[in-house]
DNA sequence: GGATCATGTGCGATATATGAACAAATGTCA
DNA sequence: TGACATTTGTTCATATATCGCACATGATCC
């Protein structure tokens, strides 16, 4: 790619939407010029061109994003074929499991939830496509970087923070390496309470027709009811009877 | 503003995200063009930088959206604590209701889901945060448009397609406008199957601690299991008290 | 092989980014 | 309270980058 394809003006101003993360909803020209690493001129740009286009609120001093901007993110999840294939099956999954059945795929050191059932809420946080968690320590990221080379999961580990969020947690790289080399031979992942404490998981690699992981499927059961030794007796079959039905629908 | 505030690079570059909509997974440079109106130096420029940033795939002949492009509209669904606060107030709804229960805002000519926790699944697509209905034959719409001056509830029906989805659809504005009035009223909305046969479902509106309407709640239900006439008396009180409890949780 | 369509590129006209300068608002401390 | 220091938003001139057109090239299809 020469230097003049590249738009400097839109990835200046993705990176001002990408400021409006976590807890900062209101955000000033001159915080978001901090946090992005822009001019201060550059950001008020942006942020002004934003709000013509009725992305952003402006009340005179602070910039809001409007439910506008969902139409960015939308544009995947109702463009992508995935998580409507997807849909109906987790829906089974999750009626015959009496669990909560979700849907991810890997970006950089993040899974992403592209489509979920859920049964009843287990954990603390609110998981809805477009969620993200960390790959190192959730069933279906286990599965994910298992499925790639070993340099590539060990690049991505080596860019992961590897928090200790439970005791049980595994932040040592060559556990994990070792652990995905169990995955890889064994076909699935178990989370027991890594991510956060009384949540056990079961993950599947999702297989297109050439045998190319694309995503990764889970059933997530609250520790008390389902101890993380029985995860594999009572949801591996279903998964992997998942797993071979949507094999032949998924192409290129 | 003035001229010069306005990023028109930046403003291309989100309309060629927006062109990735509906069914249009994979867009060549031509295709994109088209669909935005714009140049196709302009428009291969602005696809060439997302895939630099890794928002797109390009394959030397297509274009497709990556996940991290979720990053963007999560950046509101985040953002905003409106979607968290509601959160647990539409899990016990539903569980009361033992049906799904939503929350969405108005954007535009359309209703942008929230927040939603679903039981089983009743509806032919699948509703997530960021998912978009019309406005006019929606339950949650119905409130959100009777909150706004009449005037601005006509420009917006008159920007409006006014599908007839089914036989029940209202299409006429002025029997919308009339409904409207009696939603205001009243207090909350019917829908008996308008968008999609055997679904009814039943909304009312969320204010803030000063009256402002900033958001509509509903549940939704088979018309099979729950005829429209029977909405109001069972489920009504349960959405009026979750009103209730959200008010003085809504400030600004 | 010619017509049609899609993509890539050079260039002049035009729009944008930059950093400094200024104005206004806000915070600080005696 | 008042004076000073900081922070923030805005404007400006100009160097620089982008836009859109026109043309060249490559693919595809009768």
Redesign the interface.
Known sequence: ?RE???????????KV?????????RLSIAEASKLTDLDRATV???L???A????ADYDGKFFT?????????????????L??LL?PHL?HLS?RAGQSASAS?L??IEI?Y???A?Q??VMSI?L?????LPAYCASMGRVLLAALPESEARAILARSELRQNTANTKTDPEELIAEFRRVRAEGYAVIDQELELGLCSIAVPVENDRGVTVAAINIGAPAALVPAAEMKARYLPMLKETQAALRPLLHR
């Open positions: 790619m003049t394809d590249f738009v400097s003006g839109f990835a200046r101003g993705l939407i990408e400021a409006f993360g976590e807890t900062r909803q008020r740009r942006s002004l061109t934003l013509e286009l009725g992305y994003l409007t439910p506008k901007i969902l139409r960015l993110g939308h544009a995947y999840l109702s463009a992508t074929p998580p409507a849909q829906d009626e795929v970006d950089g992403v592209v489509a979920r859920s009843r809420r609110n809805t496509p477009g969620s993200r």
